[in-house]
């Protein structure tokens, strides 16, 4: 089987060669297994980020929609607090006044 030198050294060739192969396949197992543990980890941090995203579009949304809100709610006490304001008390102290000329010219 081994009959010069020359065998040994392709022996041994074979051998290292074998060794540098299953090393490489070793290492691409590897490399694989990290890139796909990568590949799920920027897909959660993609849906987390699109779910924040999402979250904060919709707290825009109601915040706008809750403005518009307040501004009616203002323009209304506005226009209830000048209607109070010029018919409620005049029509009082107008019924006061009646009230009190007649009570003299009872007299």
């Given at each position: 089987?081994?009959?010069?030198?020359?065998?040994?050294?392709?022996?041994?060739?074979?051998?290292?060669?074998?060794?540098?192969?299953?090393?490489?396949?070793w290492?691409l197992?590897?490399?694989?297994?990290?890139?796909?543990?990568?590949?799920?980890?920027?897909?959660f941090?993609?849906?987390?980020?699109?779910?924040?995203?999402?979250?904060?579009?919709?707290?825009?949304?109601?915040?706008?929609?809750?403005?518009?809100?307040?501004?009616?709610?203002?323009?209304?006490?506005?226009?209830?607090?000048?209607?109070?304001?010029?018919?409620?008390?005049?029509?009082?102290?107008?019924?006061?006044?009646?009230?009190?000329?007649?009570?003299?010219k009872?007299?």
């Open positions: 089987m081994i009959n010069s030198s020359l065998d040994i050294l392709y022996l041994t060739l074979s051998i290292c060669s074998l060794f540098v192969a299953v090393f490489l396949c290492l197992f590897y490399l694989i297994k990290t890139l796909k543990k990568t590949h799920d980890v920027i897909n941090i993609s849906k987390i980020t699109t779910s924040v995203n999402d979250f904060v579009s919709d707290m825009k949304q109601k915040a706008k929609s809750s403005a518009t809100y307040f501004k009616l709610f203002n323009v209304i006490t506005d226009k209830l607090i000048q209607y109070i304001d010029k018919g409620f008390f005049k029509k009082k102290s107008s019924k006061k006044q009646n009230t009190k000329t007649k009570t003299r009872q007299k």
